[in-house]
């Protein structure tokens, strides 16, 4: 709510308000102990009739510091003059040029930020540094919610442990709560038994209880995984149907270095000061906030991609991928606003015009094998009846290996370095925005061994990732400003993104001794590389079958646009990019792995439902045996992406591609009910296959909540002089 906004009223005397005011004024003594419930409402001694206008003043001042709480448009507003969140120690005062002006009188507002643990720490608060700190290395989480069962409050504690020792080591000294007015704390702790002490009082208007443990081992109040989470219950009083949403909770903990207390972050308290002439109005107002945790993004997204590589043969033929393209395209559309269904889901491959683009990341992901056939023109002397000796010349094939090109026993960062940077070069690509190319090196890379994967030993898989938000494209435009100026542009479609070999290395043969033949065609452009992004199938000299193991052979890519539209309601985006390879014969890494740093919203959307995006290579159709399950919940698209074939080649995320885009699954699934509930830090996600072998190279969550930033609390105070 800007000045603009607040004009109108600015000329008027008060008289909508009169016989209100007028009626508070006569009651002020009797009714002085219900005005702390009240969400607005004017207390103090005698106010005389010629301090209306003042007081009516200072009221809207009041009011118009809670719009900017509820709408969450503090920083917004206080940008300049110094304000920090995480500041609990001065007032920060609005701008001079807000021009608060209310029936004649200058109004001046000043809003505070309020600790609300209490005694942690002691004797003061954090300062700013230290408070964001704790909360940005969420070593440490405790939040809380409305519990299920009736009357009841449920606190949940995680703790991100790295070693047995810290595990161990981090104890509870103190856990504590801070009710909003109108609610108390009613007993039954579910954690009686471990505390050996109970403190209720008053406090910032409302109720703290304070739980003394003395130093009671953590993993006593919970589990002991990785994460640790403790959940404990307790009950609570209040007027009827309503639920307390302001309850804030704290940790004050022991034993580890770096690890001294947490608080729920999402509950913020502001006291407020208005001051109109003589009149002086205190205020408190709180609000819930979503936390969002380092690991989210706060947007929507999506995705472009493509594969590298895909077969040509037919018959059991079609299992082998031996065309490697030189590089492959994707076209991102962008849609008016008018194109998105009522329900605010953007379809696939969109982008709304009005958008603004907040990240761009590249991934990459291939295997590379060591093997090669070798074929050379041989003439040797035979002998021939009746003939004679004679010369006969042809080519003979042999396999041969590449050394450098195979996956270390003894894989280190320095050796797996060498292999992925100057032995394979794997790590730079072409990448290309609608015809402004040039080559890009990852930011960073992962390896696989995939030695146990249809007897390709010392065999590996990769995937690269490279932030291509800032890079320059067009001139001085970045690949963000490019996208956002096209949807600018007359005319505004589509922006195309091509990834394929580098140039460095197109053309090039590997200089290594013994290793003049390796070398594959690059498709669509007559050249040949010594570098390919991943080996492709090839057929021993003289025979008509593949080697089995060229049926892991893959290469694709693909790129994720993360956005905003003012239009649009945001997403809660959780980006997972761990390189996990998943073999039938069960090897590779763990199929049964957690992910965590999220925090489900406390009330997530019943019309626009959570979902779940990968990109994963080598998926194969005629295999029906792939599936994935989070929380033991099997994701599925049918008929398309049925729930025992969903890394089959067809990527529903973008339907620009072919049904059969040979080796790559870029894909999103609705969640299925109950997936993932409100307030889960974790969810256990499981990869299934008896024949089929893939990579998994990232995974997108995503949430939309219904929770709005209300919860507004107020209590009145007056000064007048």
Same mark, same amino acid.
Request: charged share 25%.
């Given at each position: 709510?800007?000045?603009?906004?607040?004009?109108?009223?600015?000329?008027?005397?008060?008289?909508?308000?009169?016989?209100?005011?007028? =009626?508070?004024?006569?009651?002020?003594?009797?009714?002085?102990?219900?005005?702390?419930?009240?969400?607005?409402?004017?207390?103090?001694?005698?106010?005389?009739?010629?301090?209306?206008?003042?007081?009516?003043?200072?009221?809207?001042?009041?009011?118009?510091?809670?719009?900017?709480?509820?709408?969450?448009?503090?920083?917004?507003?206080?940008?300049?003059?110094?304000?920090?969140?995480?500041?609990?120690?001065?007032?920060?005062?609005?701008?001079?040029?807000?021009?608060?002006?209310?029936?004649?009188?200058?109004?001046?507002?000043?809003?505070?930020?309020?600790?609300?643990?209490?005694?942690?720490?002691?004797?003061?608060?954090?300062?700013?540094?230290?408070?964001?700190?704790?909360?940005?290395?969420?070593?440490?989480?405790?939040?809380?919610?409305?519990?299920?069962?009736?009357?009841?409050?449920?606190?949940?504690?995680?703790?991100?442990?790295?070693?047995?020792?810290?595990?161990?080591?981090?104890?509870?000294?103190?856990?504590?709560?801070?009710?909003?007015?109108?609610?108390?704390?009613?007993?039954?702790?579910?954690?009686?038994?471990?505390?050996?002490?109970?403190?209720?009082?008053?406090?910032?208007?409302?109720?703290?209880?304070?739980?003394?443990?003395?130093?009671?081992?953590?993993?006593?109040?919970?589990?002991?995984?990785?994460?640790?989470?403790?959940? =404990?219950?307790?009950?609570?009083?209040?007027?009827?149907?309503?639920?307390?949403?302001?309850?804030?909770?704290?940790?004050?903990?022991?034993?580890?270095?770096?690890?001294?207390?947490?608080?729920?972050?999402?509950?913020?308290?502001?006291?407020?000061?208005?001051?109109?002439?003589?009149?002086?109005?205190?205020?408190?107002?709180?609000?819930?906030?979503?936390?969002?945790?380092?690991?989210?993004?706060?947007?929507?997204?999506?995705?472009?991609?493509?594969?590298?590589?895909?077969?040509?043969?037919?018959?059991?033929?079609?299992?082998?991928?031996?065309?490697?393209?030189?590089?492959?395209?994707?076209?991102?559309?962008?849609?008016?606003?008018?194109?998105?269904?009522?329900?605010?889901?953007?379809?696939?491959?969109?982008?709304?015009?009005?958008?603004?683009?907040?990240?761009?990341?590249?991934?990459?992901?291939?295997?590379?094998?060591?093997?090669?056939?070798?074929?050379?023109?041989?003439?040797?002397?035979?002998?021939?009846?009746?003939?004679?000796?004679?010369?006969?010349?042809?080519?003979?094939?042999?396999?041969?290996?590449?050394?450098?090109?195979?996956?270390?026993?003894?894989?280190?960062?320095?050796?797996?370095?060498?292999?992925?940077?100057?032995?394979?070069?794997?790590?730079?690509?072409?990448?290309?925005?609608?015809?402004?190319?040039?080559?890009?090196?990852?930011?960073?890379?992962?390896?696989?061994?995939?030695?146990?994967?249809?007897?390709?030993?010392?065999?590996?898989?990769?995937?690269?990732?490279?932030?291509?938000?800032?890079?320059?494209?067009?001139?001085?435009?970045?690949?963000?400003?490019?996208?956002?100026?096209?949807?600018?542009?007359?005319?505004?479609?589509?922006?195309?993104?091509?990834?394929?070999?580098?140039?460095?290395?197109?053309?090039?043969?590997?200089?290594?001794?013994?290793?003049?033949?390796?070398?594959?065609?690059?498709?669509?452009?007559?050249?040949?590389?010594?570098?390919?992004?991943?080996?492709?199938?090839?057929?021993?000299?003289?025979?008509?079958?593949?080697?089995?193991?060229?049926?892991?052979?893959?290469?694709?890519?693909?790129?994720?646009?993360?956005?905003?539209?003012?239009?649009?309601?945001?997403?809660?985006?959780?980006?997972?990019?761990?390189?996990?390879?998943?073999?039938?014969?069960?090897?590779?890494?763990?199929?049964?792995?957690?992910?965590?740093?999220?925090?489900?919203?406390?009330?997530?959307?019943?019309?626009?439902?959570?979902?779940?995006?990968?990109?994963?290579?080598?998926?194969?159709?005629?295999?029906?045996?792939?599936?994935?399950?989070?929380?033991?919940?099997?994701?599925?698209?049918?008929?398309?992406?049925?729930?025992?074939?969903?890394?089959?080649?067809?990527?529903?995320?973008?339907?620009?591609?072919?049904?059969?885009?040979?080796?790559?699954?870029?894909?999103?699934?609705?969640?299925?009910?109950?997936?993932?509930?409100?307030?889960?830090?974790?969810?256990?996600?499981?990869?299934?296959?008896?024949?089929?072998?893939?990579?998994?190279?990232?995974?997108?969550?995503?949430?939309?909540?219904?929770?709005?930033?209300?919860?507004?609390?107020?209590?009145?105070?007056?000064?007048?002089?």
């Amino acid at each position: 709510m800007k000045i603009t906004d607040k004009r109108p009223i600015r000329d008027e005397k008060g008289q909508a308000l009169v016989l209100t005011l007028i =009626f508070l004024l006569v009651g002020m003594i009797i009714l002085t102990p219900l005005l702390n419930f009240m969400g607005t409402g004017i207390t103090g001694g005698r106010v005389y009739e010629q301090k209306v206008d003042e007081i009516y003043a200072a009221d809207a001042g009041v009011e118009d510091a809670l719009w900017h709480i509820r709408y969450d448009q503090i920083e917004d507003l206080l940008v300049d003059e110094g304000y920090d969140e995480y500041d609990y120690s001065i007032p920060c005062s609005y701008p001079d040029d807000y021009d608060m002006v209310v029936n004649d009188n200058d109004v001046g507002v000043t809003i505070q930020n309020i600790w609300i643990p209490k005694d942690i720490p002691d004797p003061s608060p954090p300062t700013p540094s230290e408070a964001r700190q704790i909360i940005e290395d969420e070593n440490l989480i405790i939040i809380g919610y409305p519990s299920s069962t009736e009357s009841t409050y449920e606190i949940k504690v995680v703790y991100d442990w790295d070693t047995t020792q810290e595990r161990d080591a981090l104890k509870a000294e103190t856990i504590g709560i801070w009710l909003s007015p109108g609610f108390e704390y009613d007993g039954d702790c579910s954690l009686v038994g471990y505390y050996y002490d109970e403190n209720v009082s008053l406090y910032k208007g409302g109720y703290a209880v304070v739980w003394d443990f003395a130093s009671v081992p953590l993993k006593e109040l919970g589990t002991t995984d990785d994460p640790m989470v403790i959940t =404990f219950t307790f009950k609570y009083t209040g007027p009827e149907g309503q639920l307390p949403e302001l309850v804030s909770s704290w940790i004050d903990t022991s034993g580890v270095t770096g690890i001294t207390y947490a608080w729920d972050d999402s509950i913020r308290l502001y006291k407020i000061v208005s001051e109109a002439g003589g009149v002086e109005i205190e205020a408190y107002g709180a609000k819930t906030k979503f936390r969002k945790l380092k690991s989210t993004i706060s947007s929507d997204y999506t995705v472009a991609g493509n594969n590298l590589m895909e077969a040509t043969g037919s018959g059991s033929d079609s299992y082998y991928r031996n065309r490697l393209y030189a590089e492959m395209d994707s076209t991102t559309q962008l849609i008016g606003l008018e194109s998105i269904p009522e329900s605010s889901i953007v379809p696939a491959g969109c982008i709304p015009e009005e958008a603004i683009i907040e990240d761009v990341y590249l991934y990459w992901t291939g295997w590379i094998d060591y093997h090669y056939c070798t074929e050379e023109w041989v003439c040797r002397w035979v002998f021939r009846w009746p003939g004679g000796w004679q010369e006969e010349c042809g080519w003979e094939g042999s396999w041969d290996t590449i050394p450098d090109l195979r996956y270390p026993s003894s894989p280190t960062e320095e050796n797996l370095t060498t292999l992925v940077e100057e032995s394979a070069k794997v790590n730079i690509v072409k990448f290309d925005v609608d015809n402004y190319a040039q080559t890009i090196t990852a930011d960073k890379w992962q390896t696989a061994n995939t030695d146990d994967c249809s007897g390709a030993a010392d065999s590996w898989a990769y995937s690269c990732f490279a932030d291509v938000t800032d890079l320059l494209v067009s001139g001085n435009l970045t690949v963000q400003e490019y996208i956002e100026e096209a949807m600018k542009s007359d005319g505004a479609g589509d922006v195309t993104f091509t990834v394929g070999h580098a140039d460095e290395v197109r053309g090039v043969q590997r200089p290594d001794p013994g290793s003049d033949t390796y070398y594959f065609e690059l498709y669509g452009d007559g050249q040949s590389t010594g570098y390919p992004l991943a080996t492709p199938a090839h057929k021993y000299p003289g025979e008509h079958n593949y080697q089995n193991r060229y049926q892991w052979t893959h290469s694709s890519w693909s790129l994720i646009i993360f956005y905003r539209s003012p239009a649009l309601k945001q997403r809660q985006l959780y980006l997972f990019d761990d390189l996990r390879y998943i073999s039938h014969s069960g090897g590779g890494d763990n199929p049964e792995f957690s992910i965590s740093g999220f925090l489900a919203p406390p009330v997530l959307s019943e019309e626009d439902k959570s979902h779940l995006t990968y990109l994963v290579g080598e998926g194969d159709a005629h295999y029906w045996d792939s599936s994935i399950e989070v929380n033991e919940m099997y994701l599925s698209d049918p008929p398309d992406n049925p729930w025992n074939n969903v890394f089959n080649s067809y990527s529903n995320a973008l339907p620009e591609l072919d049904r059969d885009t040979d080796g790559v699954d870029i894909d999103t699934f609705e969640l299925p009910d109950g997936c993932i509930m409100p307030y889960d830090t974790q969810a256990k996600v499981t990869l299934i296959t008896e024949q089929e072998i893939y990579v998994l190279v990232y995974i997108v969550l995503s949430f939309r909540s219904d929770l709005t930033t209300g919860g507004i609390i107020t209590n009145y105070s007056v000064k007048v002089t």
